[in-house]
């Protein structure tokens, strides 16, 4: 089946505007064009463009997909370079997600505080608390002027 920018920009959720970019920027070299000069693509170009947006989306870089994509044009003697190039994106996704649950656990822990029974009570003890550590090292407590 033979689809138009727009429709692929309503299967992947890009703008056309976006699509067009890409093009300009060489990630779309697989697309072709009809009779008319105007771009078409086929499936498998939109499960390319699925893989560009996988990339993107996960922080990779347009000059990196840009290579991905040519390895890809280069056929399968580029192999090794596509596992290089994804091993490393890999690494990085890796720790995008650590970082992601470190600060998903520090939400959990504030939303346990602010949705127990003792939120009250618990938020008023860290306030003397940070009160306390102000007062004792002499400095002025952002929290000297809350009435609890």
Not at 2 to 11: G, L, N, Q, T
Not at 61 to 84: H, L, N, P, W
Not at 123 to 137: A, L, M, P, S, Y
């Amino acid at each position: 089946m033979i689809y138009s920018i727009k429709d692929v920009a309503k299967i992947t959720g890009l703008s056309i505007f976006t699509l067009r970019f890409y093009d300009k920027e060489g990630l779309l070299p697989f697309a072709s064009r009809n009779k008319s000069g105007i771009r078409v693509f086929t499936e498998s170009d939109i499960n390319q463009i699925k893989t560009i947006c996988c990339l993107k989306n996960t922080g990779m870089q347009i000059k990196d997909i840009k290579k991905y994509i040519d390895f890809c044009m280069e056929g399968a003697v580029t192999i090794d370079s596509r596992i290089k190039l994804f091993v490393e994106h890999r690494k990085i996704i890796i720790n995008q997600i650590n970082a992601l649950n470190e600060n998903l656990k520090l939400i959990d822990s504030k939303l346990e505080i602010y949705t127990s029974p003792n939120a009250v009570e618990i938020i008023n003890k860290q306030i003397r608390n940070v009160d306390d550590e102000k007062r004792e090292n002499c400095l002025l407590s952002p929290f000297s002027e809350i009435k609890r």
